[in-house]
């Protein structure tokens, strides 16, 4: 039974860069047949897709986001990694780590961290 | 990007009555005969669950009362006999295409 629990900081500070990993356990990310997603959801909104990662270290963003982000996987921890550059309020979410198939959706998610940006 | 529209925003079913969510997609999801269309359940403080793949795929243990359907652009999930557990915001997703993209969901309550 594959497990996903996200951690890191619960307050960034607007401009600083907010990083998240997302560990996977039950699991192995290097078995290839799943990308490594990351959604959020804003307080009171809906869900938004920030992007995913191969095992293999290929990466596919939200193009909204693109320019702040960068997704990596370190399978020998078996884990995968978000950061987020110069984040504002606007940032403020729910953070979701899943394990998405190409052909199924997203089966398997994470708790979910909370992330709140202010001074 | 691929827009889905959910509607309605919300709605309000008597227990045991049937619920019926929409959702419209921008552009075709369909690829070698299946929609790349899911749905999703998320109640507050809880991640989504996905209940549905493949537009009518139900996963694994979730209860037959929920189905999906599909008319070209247009999916549809039904609730068959709403129960107290159902209550919930249901959103619908394409993975047909990146970036991946969710409708804005539909909440469902009881009457």
């Known amino acids: 039974q594959v497990q996903l629990q996200e951690s890191g900081p619960g307050l960034v500070k607007p401009s600083q860069t907010l990083s998240l990993t997302c560990a996977v356990s039950g699991y192995s990310i290097r078995n290839g047949d799943y990308y490594w997603s990351w959604i959020r959801q804003p307080p009171g909104r809906g869900l938004e897709w920030i992007g995913y990662?191969?095992?293999?270290?290929?990466?596919y963003y939200n193009p909204s986001l693109k320019s702040r982000l960068s997704i990596s996987v370190d399978t020998s921890k078996n884990q995968f990694s978000l950061e987020m550059t110069s984040v504002t309020a606007a940032d403020t979410a729910v953070y979701f780590c899943?394990?998405?198939?190409?052909?199924?959706?997203?089966?398997?998610w994470g708790q979910g961290t909370g992330v709140t940006v202010s001074s | 990007d691929i827009v889905m529209t959910q509607s309605p925003d919300s709605l309000a079913v008597s227990l045991g009555e049937r619920a019926t969510i929409n959702c419209k997609s921008s552009q075709s999801v369909l690829y070698n005969n299946k929609n790349y269309l899911a749905w999703y359940q998320k109640k507050p403080g809880q991640p989504p669950k996905q209940l549905i793949y493949?537009?009518?795929t139900r996963e694994s243990g979730v209860p037959d009362r929920f189905s999906g359907s599909v008319s070209g652009t247009d999916f549809t999930l039904t609730i068959s006999s709403l129960q107290a557990e159902d209550v919930a915001v249901y959103y619908c997703?394409?993975?047909?295409?990146?970036?991946?993209?969710f409708g804005g969901g539909t909440r469902v309550e009881i009457k």
């Open positions: 899943a394990r998405s198939s190409t052909d199924y959706g997203s089966d398997s």
């Open positions: 990662i191969y095992y293999s270290g290929s990466a």
């Open positions: 997703q394409q993975y047909y295409a990146t970036p991946l993209t």
């Open positions: 493949w537009a009518s």
